[in-house]
Nanobody, 115 residues
Framework: QVPIVESGGGLVQPGGSLNLSCTMT????????MGWYRQAPGKQRELISS???????DYLSSVKGRFAISRANDRRTVHLQMNSLKPEDTAVYYC?????????WGQGTQVTVSS
């Protein structure tokens, strides 16, 4: 299993921005497709964005154009820049492999969008 640590969440007003980070202890990181997921209260966890080893990205339609995923292989880090945040973006955000099988889940980072 791969220890994963997410950070960067917080309370932000609608229209605001946050930059989430995810770091992991992994001897070989670069080949993996990585993803950001979120789980809102009472809902299932969903994949919202992924990035391949080559840097090809994909987004859930509800976040496309507002969120941007990136990776730094040398630092084993994945980022999620979130702009134009909406109340419906409120959730716990997690990162993990972008395709199955995923690793054990980290603690996630809480994002709350509220005025």
């Amino acid at each position: 299993q791969v220890p994963i640590v997410e950070s960067g969440g917080g309370l932000v007003q609608p229209g605001g921005s946050l930059n989430l980070s995810c770091t992991m202890t992994l001897s070989v990181f670069s080949p993996y497709t990585m993803g950001w997921y979120r789980q809102a209260p009472g809902k299932q966890r969903e994949l919202i964005s992924s990035i391949t080893a080559e840097g090809r990205t994909d987004y859930l339609s509800s976040v496309k154009g507002r969120f941007a995923i990136s990776r730094a292989n040398d630092r084993r880090t994945v980022h999620l820049q979130m702009n134009s945040l909406k109340p419906e973006d409120t959730a716990v955000y997690y990162c993990n492999r972008g395709v199955a099988p995923v690793w054990s889940w980290g603690q996630g980072t809480q994002v709350t969008v509220s005025s």
